[in-house]
């Protein structure tokens, strides 16, 4: 099955710091462009950062910008979310996913170009 594998969740205080990873196991993520997305209970899934294939492109959604940073390491196939200021309103079951339709992140996240979602990883922001 071909599907990415998120980690690095946890629970955290106001304040604190995650890293969280996005890896694969059956194809390349320099293919593709990554988005992380979340979702909190009882709402939508957000889209809140992509990075590009290869042409350095990222994207961050209001609510996380100046806090979120968005990485790649092609020599680990892998893409990490940094999370600094982490605040409750940032609990959240955590997915990262490829993109099939684009390679570069314009400046907006389209939920439905984005395939091989993994099962995602919690993070829970409280004192």
């Known amino acids: 099955q071909v599907q990415v594998v998120e980690s690095g969740g946890g629970l955290v205080q106001p304040g604190g710091s995650l890293r969280l990873s996005c890896g694969a196991s059956?194809?390349?993520?320099?293919?593709?462009?990554i988005g992380w997305f979340r979702q909190a209970p009882g709402k939508e899934r957000e889209g809140i950062s992509c990075?590009?294939?290869?042409?350095?492109?990222?994207y961050y959604a209001d609510s996380v910008q100046g806090r979120f940073t968005i990485s790649r390491d092609r020599s680990k196939n892998a893409v990490y979310l940094q999370m600094n200021s982490l605040k409750p309103d940032d609990t959240a079951v955590y997915y990262c996913?490829?993109?099939?339709?684009?390679?570069?992140?314009?400046?907006?996240?389209?939920?439905?170009?984005?395939?091989?979602w993994g099962q995602g990883t919690q993070v829970t922001v409280s004192s």
């Open positions: 996913a490829a993109n099939l339709m684009r390679t570069h992140c314009p400046g907006f996240i389209i939920r439905h170009e984005y395939s091989y």
């Open positions: 990075i590009g294939s290869s042409d350095g492109s990222t």
């Open positions: 059956t194809f390349r993520l320099d293919d593709y462009a």
